[in-house]
């Protein structure tokens, strides 16, 4: 089994910068793809970028251009680092891994809040 742990969560004022960090531990995979996920009260849980195994990311068009999701295996590390940040980003922030065998994310970390004021 895989635990994930998601810290560098806070309170913020639109604008300024925030990096998460997951640290991953247990039987890891050789290549999983790392995501990261949000959830706002009363809202389906959004994915907000993702890294796989070859380094290759994706975001949200929401966050794309001010968020950078980056991995360092060695350490078994991903981050997120969130500038410009607005209040609409405001959510818990989970990590997530897939394996590759399977088809959606089945490891979850416990979440952090991220809180941005005006």
């Not at 925030?18 to 039987?27: I, M, N, Q, V």
């Not at 706002?40 to 794309?64: C, F, M, W």
Request: aromatic share 12%; hydrophobic share 30%; proline share 3%.
């Amino acid at each position: 089994q895989v635990q994930l742990v998601e810290s560098g969560g806070g309170l913020v004022q639109a604008g300024d910068s925030l990096r998460l960090s997951c640290a991953a531990s247990g039987r890891t995979f050789s290549s999983p793809t790392m995501g990261w996920f949000r959830q706002v009260p009363g809202k389906q849980r959004e994915l907000v970028a993702h890294i796989t195994s070859g380094g290759y990311t994706n975001y949200a068009d929401s966050v794309k251009g001010r968020f950078t999701i980056s991995r360092d295996n060695a350490k078994n590390m991903v981050y997120l680092q969130m500038n410009s940040l607005k209040p609409e980003d405001t959510a818990v922030y989970y990590c997530a891994a897939r394996p590759g065998y399977s088809t959606s994310y089945i490891y979850w970390g416990q979440g952090t809040q991220v809180t941005v004021s005006s």
